[in-house]
């Protein structure tokens, strides 16, 4: 389970992500940045992912409190995810050509890196198990359904939008008004009520 130290890390950045959604939802609704409207449940579910992958994992990597075995496959994890950031930033805001199948070809990527590091510390999972070993699992699981979860969404939008993500006009977000983005801003909101859950019971249970 993670230190006191981390869970206070992470409380503090999990206020930083919700200060931060605010701002970004005034940007993309209110000043129309570029990408398009973000729906609430959208919202949510993208400061949950930047939270969780970009914040907690390397967080939970760093801890000596952790598991090594949970530690090593978090921490690879982690730094695959922020090269991702970078890259589909520059996608994004400086060629404008990113397509969501180059995210779901990462998020393959990282689903396999999780379950092969779940493999290679296989001698520590299937033995007997502690309470910070069953965290440390609880944790990893949550991290592949995220990544799931992922694949799911950007299928869905990339239909959704006949593939226009790219380009000065591309849309990246899933807004409220728009008949095409109804449900996966249904189906959005249904998952986001367990996701969130089962990050905010697992943060608790380590905080006992």
Not at 71 to 98: D, I, P, Q, T
Not at 105 to 132: K, M, N, S
Not at 170 to 194: H, K, S, Y
């Amino acid at each position: 389970m993670p230190s006191p130290h981390t869970r206070a890390l992470l409380a503090i950045l999990a206020a930083v992500c919700i200060v931060a959604a605010a701002g970004f939802r005034h940007a993309q609704n209110v000043k129309g940045s570029r990408g398009g409207r973000i729906s609430g449940p959208k919202l949510a579910w993208l400061f949950y992912a930047v939270f969780l992958w970009f914040l907690a994992c390397p967080l939970v990597a760093l801890d000596v409190a952790v598991p090594e075995e949970a530690r090593g496959v978090l921490g690879a994890f982690a730094a695959f995810m922020w090269l991702r950031g970078v890259a589909e930033l520059y996608l994004l805001y400086g060629v404008k050509r990113w397509r969501p199948p180059y995210g779901v070809a990462h998020d393959v990527a990282c689903i396999a890196l999780v379950l092969g590091g779940l493999f290679w510390g296989r001698a520590r999972w299937l033995g007997v198990l502690g309470p910070e070993d069953l965290w440390a699992l609880a944790f990893l699981g949550l991290v592949l359904v995220s990544l799931f979860v992922e694949v799911a969404y950007a299928a869905l939008f990339f239909h959704a939008v006949e593939g226009r993500t790219t380009g000065e006009d591309g849309i990246w977000f899933a807004d409220e008004e728009q008949a095409r983005f109804r449900r996966i801003n249904r189906l959005t909101l249904a998952l986001n009520v367990p996701l969130y859950a089962g990050l905010v019971g697992l943060l608790a249970v380590g905080a006992w």
